[in-house]
């Protein structure tokens, strides 16, 4: 038998003197390294087995410690590759969660959508590491094309995690939006907005009715829930007619 396998009922107890447990102390120190900017995003931390021999620590204490902060989304586990920094997650200040179809009609316009696309996908290595699931995993992935009094407005490109919402892609989305079905899903702990304008590609540019040369303003935006990413989603508006506003008020 392992010897260290014995240390387990030892190590829920303090053993630093100063009330942290051997996981609290492998916690500690993961979020130290990465605080202090030694371990950065998507920098591979040691192994499982040397964080063991480092803190003569059982790998059942390291694998939990480890486990629950990339629940947390601190760290990524890719299976057969490692444990890596996972990029930082940042809310937005000054964008709401909004449902495009109520922003519509609260300008007194109609909205309608076209459902361009609804699938079944295995993600690549970059999309796993967005969506903190493994290389290979299914995920949902629809398309849809938003329109204000039949204006082509806003292209939603997203993934979901079917852990998150199982029946995501039985929904009939010409009735109801993905926003409105997602919240009514399970409410959302962290929100991640990030703004870019970029080249409209050819597909893009058919979709949006947009003229050549017309750039794209591209919203986007990771959510997470129960501990979990929930939600990918790239959100594409026709710069020369949509805009961005928010209002944050400051305490005194």
Known sequence: MNPKAKRLPQESESSDGIGLSLGQQVRAHVLEKIDSGEWREGDRIPSESQLADQFDAS????????????????????????TFVAARRRQSTFLELRNIHSEIEERGNRHTTDVISLERVHCDMGLATEMNVAPGSELYHSVLLHRENGRPLQIEDRFVNPRFSPDFLEQDYTQITPYQHLMATGPLEEVEH?????????RSRELLAMAPGDPVLLLRRRTWSRGMVATSARLYHP??????????????
Not at 194 to 202: F, G, H, L, R
Not at 241 to 248: L, V, Y
């Open 194 to 202: 990030i703004i870019q304008a970029v080249p409209a590609d050819e």
């Open 59 to 82: 790998r059942m204490t390291i694998h939990i410690a480890l486990r629950d902060l990339a629940v947390e989304g601190v760290l990524v586990r890719r299976q057969g590759a490692g």
């Open 239 to 252: 710069g020369s007619r949509f805009s961005m506003a928010g209002r944050m008020v400051v305490a005194r």
